[in-house]
């Protein structure tokens, strides 16, 4: 029994730490603000990291990355997400849209995605939520219809994030008829944003801009050679893909950090008294998240089948960066409407974090979905 | 980074949870209540049988770990048994230790079965102790015990005493540390054993009791309530993993960490045993039920030393004294 990452993790750990210090801003709240200068600070960092081989730390070496453990790359999401994510819109295609390449993909699709990836030179976007099916995704209705010896997609996708910049898009889409089992002839392509017929409309929303998109999709042609995973097989990327992302976004690191900061800034006996205990009890949340996300980490580690690990793991996280959030909200009381700046206490960042905190239940699967997840696990499936 | 027991410790938690098991598992609680002698000649034996006595966490984490899995077997049948202070009696077996809240006045679970315990304060303050009266007999407490301190062994902690820091010349408080962590730690496996096993038979129930022609295993209401007690478990499983091998790796923040494990014990406890025997419905206050005969017997460890918001606000104490392990510093400046 061991918690302890390792020497190398350490090291990285420090690395990034001096990175962001000497490369990011300090009060940099990441790539998607009213601030074009941001996303190019976080492009410029990406550029960075991926120069010292940081961008795809636990990368197999064969694919460009440094063959490092999941514990490193463990490292480098809780570095990033406490700090802002400053990598920006690059951790999609990191976490799992090169990961799933590296799984599904044919050795061309692997030559072309994924170096770009690994450089940070090509922002992903994720079309899978449509309209009429968002948790229940399997029920999605955009199709692919045979023309020549590829396809032709129709339909519609929403919440798509950094759908406006983003040069490629994982999109989800139905070929054939939908049967009695959803899953079946859901497809995957990896499709150029810049193709004939693709449209996007952003959605202004509190988290703030590029988070939330709508693209539009007219009769726009697809290859055989952008398939991923074959014809009808997309729901095992899917899978693979939310798995993924319930594991990587580790939002107990930014928790951490705000508490740490604000505790500082709020200066001795700046916490206030009657959140004494509240604020003791959010130091044990954090960390009893943590230690389910390294839970559902080691089991991807190990290989194990990981839905409702990192199903537990996501609840557990999600809840406790939205309670977190609402005790700093506590502490900082009237001030808390301040927005950003740097009168703002922490700069803005506990604003920051408290509006985009809102969405945490929700996006990559709501925890409506986990529990279900989870509760299947507990009593066998029940429908 | 391997955040699970070694096997041996698992193999043993295995072995004496059959052994439980064979016995009857909850029903020894129950025969307790009818004839307090089988804690000592049931209980109590079937532990010796394991070694017990020769088991001392203070050993190193092994020696730690298998003891955990002995508290959180012992946990899972609510043993009536005082197992956390047996494991910390060390080379007398017939010392036990425990935490208390204050040296007056001063109670532990099943202080009858010995006739004197050796007793600490939360900040180590250590003394020696008899019994005072018989078990208060009581349904959440039956063989709770009044102790009368007599004398100081450890009269106050020196200015820099910390747990295994292996300073000269006070070793006897660096030692009363070491027990008062690792009892409140141990404790914190006996309380998870306690609410898996009320997890356990909440789902069993529930695959079970049919209303409206359908298990109610089948409504959501039901499915989430145990998903979410699921992640409470979850996360207390991992936090007594964690806190066990902070004992050892990192003993100068013992305090915070016992402490911190203690809060979290007993939060999920009061969520996870209501929501096990909400879902039980009547039966759950029922004694023919083991999820009632759990929900009692568990009490004094959930109330002794002291409950979840004495707890908290030592562990805020000792935050802003020395610090909380994490990835950004809080509070004192030591970690």
Redesign the interface.
Known sequence: ??????ERATLLRERLRELIATEIPSGYLGAFTDDPADLEIAQRFCRTLAAEGLLTVAWPEEFGGGGG?V?EQTVVR?EMW?HHEPRGAQYMGLNWVGPAIMAFGSDEQRQRFLPPIAAGEVIWCQGFSEPDAGSDLASLSTRAVEDGDGWRVTGQKIWTSYAEMAQWCVLAARVGPMGAKKHEGITIFLVPMDRDGIAVRPIRSMLGPHHLNECFFDEVWVGPDEVLGGVGQGWAVIRRALAHERVGIARY?RC??L???L?AELGPGGIPERL??Q???A??E???????A??AV?GQEEGLPSDDRAS?AR??VTQCDQHVAELLFQAIEGRSLDGKGPAAPLAGAVEDYWRYAQAATVASGTI?I???I??R???GD?R | ??????DEAIAIGESVSRAFGARGGVDMARRAETNPAVRASEAGTLLDSFGAADLDPRDG?DSA?AAAELCRAAGRVVLPYPVVSALLAGANPKRPFAVIAGPDPARVDHGDLFDEWTVATIDGSTYDATVDGSPLGSRLGPFVTDVRVTDVLVAEPAPDATAGNGSAGNAAADDALTRVQLALTLGGWQILGTVERAMELA?EH??GRVQFGQ?I??F?AV??Q???A??AV???R??C??T???VF?APESGAADAL?LR??AL?VARSVLRVSQQLHGAAGVCDEYDISVLCRHIQPALRLPFGS?RA??E??RE?DAIG????????GVRL
């Open positions: 029994m061991d918690f302890d990452f390792g453990s514990w809780e406490a690191a951490d950090r508490l740490s900061a505790a004494r205990a604020w003791a009890r130091l044990i954090v960390r009893v998240a943590r230690l389910l390294y839970r080691r537990l609840l557990a409506e986990q529990r279900m989870v509760s696990a507990l009593l029940r | 980074m391997n955040p699970s027991l070694p984490l770990a789902i529930v695959k298990p295993a089948d959501q499915q989430f145990l998903a979410d699921a992640v979850g996360g207390l991992e936090l993993l964690f066990l091998w902070r790796h911190a809060v979290h939060d918001e908290v606000e562990l805020a935050v909380f392990e994490s990835l950004f510093p809080h509070g």
